[in-house]
């Protein structure tokens, strides 16, 4: 019997699960295992923050590569080759004694989830998907934060019965066989398997039109309207570069940390922990509903109404011994940052064009290397004055520059 469900959404899942684990061991997994490393080796929070700082950099410098690659080859194979590699990596980080060999490793561990996730798992899901790109972006890119509520909550409790190394080798294995998975499920295009975006139906009108056919691989396209130096001199390519660079800053600088802030406000480690992932289950539920928006409503406004309110719940993350305060920090900022990497891929689609996607965003993901200074400006914050308050205004500063810029944009 032939499914009644699009196969288009299976690819998203398939990116859900690859951004679960890209984002949570690269990113949200540094919560459970900061303090306990800290511990064992030594090393303060400002070293090990700058290897989030050197792996940003390597991993989010890979997305060209990337971007490059799959135009050519596809995204199944980065998908396998970048499990492997990230996998392995994090197995290594947790049995290096050495900082250099921790920074090496957890560059490794970039560059393969970058391979998984970022703008390839964004390719695989916008190439099915036009009318429903948001919706299905939105509940793809949920992983990431979905891993927020569940990865360092699971990863903590690793660490508690078998300790770091055997925890992190638990975590690596699931990571080594996403990619069998994704090969067999991960299709490239909807119509070289007969179907249409979104799942329209297929008819006779639709063959006899053309429109069903070996796809052209995008970037015989793309190179001729979108190169480099065409998209420079668009004041769009640098406005929505740095708008969203500027939020992911104050983005990463909190939720990399949020549980040990939350731990020296006064809550015992799990308590803590469980708070730091009501943050992040709220941001998945976010990413779903500013992607949906994004369907119906104008992206560009979705975003700037999403940039404000992210400063608005950074602020009341500043409010001190004040119960409510902390209560509707929560939800606010967990659902307003949550939006930020859905919208993203979103807007620029919705700019750009499907067929443009990956060759206009391996460009424009280089800004969001900037977010490598939200794990210094945390972690400098806290060493200097025994609290994040500094950081969160810088942070709250960012995304009201952030809300200005976007206004500004203009088709």
Not at 144 to 156: D, H, I, K, T, V
Not at 397 to 407: C, H, K, P, Q, T
């Amino acid at each position: 019997m032939k499914s009644k469900i699009y196969y288009g959404w299976y690819i998203a899942a398939v990116a859900f699960w690859g951004y679960f684990l890209a984002v949570g061991t690269g990113f949200y997994a540094f919560n459970a295992f900061l303090e306990p490393l800290c511990n064992a080796r030594g090393w303060t929070r400002t070293d090990l923050n700058l290897a989030l700082v050197i792996g940003t950099v390597f991993g989010f410098s890979s997305q060209y590569i990337f971007g490059t690659i799959l135009m050519k080859t596809g995204i199944r194979r980065l998908m396998l080759a970048g499990s492997l590699t990230a996998g392995i990596s994090f197995i290594f980080i947790a049995r290096v004694t050495s900082l250099w060999q921790f920074y090496l490793f957890y560059s490794l561990l970039f560059i393969g989830n970058g391979a998984y996730g970022g703008i390839v798992a964004s390719s695989a899901v916008n190439n099915w998907f036009i009318e429903k790109r948001g919706q299905a972006i939105g509940f793809a890119t949920a992983g990431m934060s979905l891993s927020g509520a569940l990865l360092p909550l699971a990863a903590l409790l690793l660490i508690q019965h078998i300790g770091i190394e055997n925890a992190a080798l638990c975590i690596g294995i699931v990571m080594i066989l996403f990619g069998p998975l994704a090969w067999i499920m991960i299709k490239d295009w909807p119509e070289d398997m007969g179907m249409l975006p979104d799942g329209l139906p297929v008819n006779k009108d639709t063959y006899a039109a053309g429109q069903i056919q070996i796809h052209v691989p995008p970037s015989v396209i793309s190179s001729v309207e979108w190169p480099l130096g065409r998209l420079v001199r668009t004041d769009v390519f640098w406005k929505l570069g740095l708008s969203f660079g500027m939020m992911m800053i104050g983005t990463v600088g909190v939720m990399s940390q949020l549980k040990p802030r939350f731990v020296d406000t006064g809550f015992p480690p799990m308590t803590a922990m469980l708070m730091m992932a009501a943050t992040a289950l709220i941001g998945a539920a976010g990413k779903y509903c500013w992607g949906m928006m994004c369907d119906r409503f104008d992206p560009k406004r979705i975003a700037i109404f999403m940039a404000v309110a992210n400063a608005l719940g950074l602020s009341l993350g500043l409010i001190k011994n004040s119960l409510a305060a902390l209560i509707i920090f929560i939800p606010v900022f967990g659902f307003s940052m949550g939006g930020i990497m859905s919208t993203f891929p979103i807007i620029v689609a919705t700019l750009f064009g499907r067929e443009n996607f990956s060759s206009v965003l391996r460009y424009i993901s280089f800004f969001l290397i900037l977010q490598m200074f939200g794990y210094l400006i945390a972690g400098r914050s806290f060493d200097t004055t025994g609290s994040y308050d500094a950081a969160y205004g810088i942070f709250i500063g960012l995304d009201v520059i952030a809300a200005f810029l976007l206004f500004s944009l203009k088709k």
